[in-house]
């Protein structure tokens, strides 16, 4: 849900936008459709994909989305496979939210974009940015956070060759939910 709720997630993606001139979004965890229904008046062309076949009909029943958002069944590393392939070349934005419970395939996602060699802008929400009182994913031994990513950036970007920045605002009320913007250095 994280473009519907935090309007500062709107603004830094529009920043990243513009420095980069990017008009291409894949989003990973679909959920009820509410992140696509505000990235479809963003970019070009919105690539989201859902696990969940109950969710993934609710939102073609429910949600209004314009002929520039292509919703799919199926994991997102499968996805990301497949879209890559399809567009064959790394001038896109990855919205990464399709960590919940115990099915965290965040490391998988990364590990794709290494596979391909691609280094698009990078958004995870649900991130540890740090600030107290803020929300972020937790599970089990694992923490959304740098830590938990690091050598998966590495693999994609090198050691130095990305900017890494997580959320310092939001408008939402409570609770404050982080979010990571990881992209090449230019």
Not at 40 to 65: A, R, W
Not at 100 to 114: G, I, R
Request: glycine share 6%.
């Amino acid at each position: 849900m994280g473009y519907s709720i935090d309007s500062m997630m709107i603004i830094d993606t529009m920043k990243l936008k513009k420095k980069f001139d990017y008009d291409i979004i894949f989003e990973t965890g679909t959920a009820k459709g509410n992140s696509a229904e505000v990235l479809q008046y963003i970019f070009d062309k919105v690539y989201t994909c859902e696990i969940d076949p109950k969710m993934l009909e609710d939102v073609k029943t429910h949600v209004k989305l314009n002929d520039n958002v292509e919703v799919v069944l199926g994991n997102s590393p499968d996805c990301l496979r497949k879209w890559f392939t399809e567009i064959g070349h790394d001038k896109f934005f990855l919205f990464l939210d399709a960590h919940w419970d115990e099915y965290w395939p965040l490391l998988d996602e990364l590990q794709t974009v290494a596979d391909f060699g691609y280094k698009p802008v990078i958004v995870i929400h649900d991130f540890d940015c740090g600030h107290d009182g803020w929300h972020y994913d937790r599970y089990d031994m694992n923490s959304l956070s740098w830590d938990y990513i690091k050598e998966k950036v590495h693999k994609i970007y090198g050691e130095n060759g990305f900017e890494f920045k997580v959320s310092q605002e939001s408008f939402k009320s409570p609770p404050k939910i982080g979010c990571a913007y990881i992209y090449p250095k230019i």
